[in-house]
């Protein structure tokens, strides 16, 4: 029996022990109504939720095809299409498909400030927010198309078409939800290690199963992509890690997901020395990165901070900005070391922020950690920062220079110019760039791979086109053309966006509460009905 006839049998015997006073109450309303709203709060989800990324993650180490995806969404609406395009374009299924949720785009486009750049200056709140905004919308679009086959369901019965009738039950007894792991950026924990552990609680209670947090100093946080950047010593880094662990064991949540970001490879500063008690430690490995000079008690100058480096008194360069740097070249290694330290301290994945998309460089570092953890994964931003078609381009023409092949007919500084478009090493470089993702699985241990701000640039670049059309010589058939017409044409159903906004459903249940009485907005005259 399903859990659909189990609701309705529940009801129907909570319904006889009350009597008279629930004559009223349908049995199969209070089952549709619970199968619509199956997830009761943001606990639920976050549980849910981290059962299927460890079974994916489980799943990926048996057979690196086995990656997942995510696209980064900045408001519960766009999360919720996302969700309603995939089922509909890959056979009602959601698999191994996520929502990504970035630090970046909440600072641009969700904080009271306004736009802000990347340098965690919004509200803490602000990021579970949007977790709690985003399954809200998800679980409104299960609550849409379960009730949209309750409708048809209806309608068989009343045909009297029970093989219709069954096929329909059928499909609400197996409902695929649109509910699916979210990635959060909590950037790099707003704060100390308490401040990070409440911001975590508060991102699972949300609903959130997988936290990302990155090794760079609080307040001096900047984007990945961008210069500037201060990282911190590795315990402070780890307790962080703890921190968010302490939070989903609190809150039951016992397989959520941490996801610990290094900066180091374009990371050149650091606002701390480490404390080291021993040769070798943590604290040592990560002063050894240190830019010093060695130095003699008389050649010491008032304010200068001195280390003991294997026996030698050195002097870390300390920049005007009081701020330490390290040795040029040496962030692949403190790479490496932030991803084992991390995983070796409570993290389940590591993600490194490169400067470019290029899968022998990621591999290489991703095979250092595995020497020491063999089954580490790796998250990575696939960035609109990043010049796609550029970087390619170039791997291609260096591949070719390096075998020998004629390149004479390019300008590698020039290769974005349209006119390489239709050449072997233009289509070469696309090959490479659509089979990127799967081959950074097989070849560099990437786990999930994720575009941080699409959905940012996406808004844009659609607003773009509606305006220049709608607002020049085209009016209406601007929007008519370049909207309308492909909505109804390539099934979106946005297009009826009063059923999308849930008029339907309020229908439903004015029907369950006042019976004929009701009053419904999808009568005869609703204009809607023209997108039947």
Avoid at 193 to 209: N, V
Avoid at 276 to 298: H, I, K, M, R, T
Wanted: glycine share 8%; hydrophobic share 40%.
């Amino acid at each position: 029996m399903s859990q659909y006839q189990d609701d309705i049998q529940a009801a129907s015997a909570l319904k006889d022990s009350n009597g008279s006073s629930w004559d009223a109450i349908n049995p199969e309303s209070v089952a549709r109504m619970r199968a619509q709203n199956k997830f009761k709060n943001g606990l639920d989800v976050a549980q849910y939720t981290a059962d299927i990324m460890r079974a994916d993650m489980e799943a990926y180490d048996k057979d690196s095809s086995m990656y997942t995806q995510s696209l980064g969404c900045w408001h519960g609406f766009i999360g919720q299409q996302k969700m309603i395009s995939i089922k509909k374009h890959f056979e009602g299924k959601t698999d191994r498909r996520y929502l990504y949720l970035s630090g970046w785009m909440v600072a641009a486009l969700r904080s009271e400030f306004g736009p802000l750049p990347d340098q965690s200056m919004h509200e803490k709140t602000s990021v579970a927010a949007l977790i709690k905004e985003l399954y809200t919308f998800l679980r409104q679009a299960d609550a849409r198309e379960l009730g949209g086959l309750f409708r048809e369901l209806d309608a068989a019965r009343d045909a009297d078409d029970m093989a219709k009738a069954a096929e329909v039950q059928d499909k609400i007894d197996n409902h695929v939800t649109h509910v699916v792991p979210i990635i959060a950026d909590i950037d790099a924990g707003f704060g100390n290690a308490e401040a990070t552990y409440l911001m975590a609680k508060q991102m699972i209670e949300a609903g959130a199963c997988c936290i990302q947090i990155e090794n760079q100093v609080s307040d001096e946080k900047q984007c990945g992509h961008q210069d500037g950047k201060v990282t911190v010593p590795h315990e402070d880094f780890l307790a962080k890690i703890r921190a968010v662990r302490y939070a989903f064991l609190e809150l039951g949540i016992d397989n959520g997901v941490i996801v610990a970001r290094t900066d180091s490879l374009g990371a050149g500063l650091t606002k701390q020395i480490a404390v080291s008690n021993e040769p070798g430690d943590l604290g040592d490995q990560y002063n050894a990165f240190l830019d010093c000079e060695e130095v003699s008690p008389e050649d010491m100058k008032n304010g200068d901070v001195v280390i003991n480096q294997g026996g030698k008194l050195v002097r870390p360069k300390r920049l005007p900005s009081n701020l330490f740097q390290f040795k040029a070249g040496t962030g692949e290694a403190r790479c490496v070391l932030d991803c084992i330290t991390s995983l070796q301290n409570g993290a389940d994945m590591i993600w490194i922020e490169t400067e470019k998309p290029h899968v022998a460089q990621i591999g290489g570092m991703v095979n250092a950690v595995r020497e020491v953890v063999p089954n580490a994964k790796l998250v990575y931003n696939n960035s609109p920062s990043f010049n796609w078609t550029l970087n390619f381009r170039q791997q291609v023409f260096d591949a070719m220079a390096e075998a020998g092949q004629d390149v004479s007919a390019y300008n590698r500084d020039e290769l974005m110019d349209v006119k390489y478009d239709g050449t072997e090493l233009a289509t070469t470089a696309d090959e490479k760039i659509r089979t990127f993702q799967a081959d950074g699985a097989r070849e560099a241990g990437i786990f999930h791979h994720l575009i941080t701000l699409p959905t940012y640039h996406t808004a844009a670049l659609s607003t773009d086109n509606l305006a220049k059309e709608y607002f020049g010589d085209q009016g209406m058939l601007g929007y008519v053309l370049g909207v309308q017409r492909k909505e109804i044409r390539e099934g979106i159903a946005c297009v009826k966006h009063q059923n999308m906004s849930g008029s339907d459903m309020g229908d439903d249940h004015k029907e369950y509460f006042s019976g004929d009485a009701a009053l419904k907005a999808a009568g005869e005259d609703n204009t809607m009905n023209q997108f039947s």
